[in-house]
């Protein structure tokens, strides 16, 4: 018999019994080493408060802090071959793809909202870089397609939301494909002359920078945010030279012409509501209008 779980009262017995600390209860900021409890995080939109280090955000949190209300329809992506070339290195690409859903509840790097920001119709789209580092892959390709698709058949802004390590290499040239077809898609936008406004977070790289995330009409860049086609590192080690400092930073390409502005988290929302408005010459919508049918196709 084991007296002090079955003989110590219920009070001392809780102190006794070791109690699960959640592992998100703190968050470390990476500049500075600081340690911020993780809800303090969440409700600065995952800015951490002393350092105003942007942390990554996911795409659903995304979404809420865009849309008003933390409302909007969904849309659909069409669906592609999973696994078309079997691939396969230390596991196989199916599998991957499996433990990525799983990890972030989204069928691919993609998520695409239409919806109401102060309320002005548009339609959004978010890249998970926790979906496989963002990665640009057939999926993705078809959802910025059809974001861009259902923002010319609403006749409303586009807005991305770039984080991606580049193309999917375990789809070959059939990721590579998306960069020809995203920017075709991007040039029927602006045939109907509806705005393309790109947001650039931590990080943008490899073939997506290459593509639609450097098409935009309105560039915006988050504070720090890594933006760049290769990585300094394989930059320094192809040209034997020290990169200059803050190198491929949003603060540095805004300087160099590269990115129009660079804008906190806390003023986004504020600065992509204006900016659509002025690209579309639209006045601030009334309450009367303020309600959103739900698109055919979301």
């Not at 193309?167 to 070959?172: L, N, Y």
Request: hydrophobic residues 45%; aromatic residues 8%; proline residues 6%.
């Amino acid at each position: 018999m084991n007296w002090i779980s079955n003989v110590v009262r219920p009070k001392i017995r809780n102190i006794l019994t070791r109690r699960e600390t959640p592992e998100n209860l703190w968050i470390k900021c990476p500049e500075t080493g600081q340690l911020v409890f993780y809800k303090d995080v969440e409700a600065n939109l995952f800015v951490i408060p002393g350092s105003n280090y942007h942390m990554r955000m996911g795409a659903v949190a995304r979404l809420k802090s865009m849309f008003d209300g933390e409302t909007w329809f969904d849309i659909a992506v069409p669906e592609v071959p999973v696994d078309p070339l079997k691939f396969r290195d230390e596991r196989r690409y199916a599998d991957r793809l499996k433990d990525a859903r799983a990890k972030t509840g989204l069928n691919d790097a993609i998520k695409l909202g239409f919806g109401r920001l102060e309320r002005m119709p548009v339609v959004i789209g978010v890249q998970e870089f926790d979906f496989m580092g963002g990665s640009l892959g057939m999926a993705a390709g078809e959802a910025v397609i059809k974001g861009i698709e259902t923002a010319v058949s609403k006749g409303t802004p586009f807005i991305m939301f770039a984080a991606s390590g580049g193309a999917r290499m375990q789809e070959g040239i059939l990721s590579l494909m998306q960069m020809p077809r995203t920017t075709i898609a991007i040039q029927r936008l602006r045939a109907a002359r509806k705005p393309y406004i790109v947001v650039l977070t931590n990080p943008t790289t490899g073939g997506v920078t290459a593509s639609y995330a450097m098409l935009g009409d309105v560039h915006i860049a988050e504070p720090g945010a890594l933006i760049g086609f290769a990585g300094p590192r394989v930059i320094e080690q192809t040209i034997r030279e020290k990169l200059p400092e803050g190198f491929q930073k949003a603060e540095y390409l805004k300087e160099h012409g590269m990115v129009d502005m660079v804008v906190h988290r806390r003023d986004l929302r504020a600065t992509l509501a204006r900016l659509c408005r002025i690209l579309t010459n639209a006045e601030t919508p009334s309450e009367a209008s303020a309600a959103l049918p739900a698109p055919a196709d979301a």
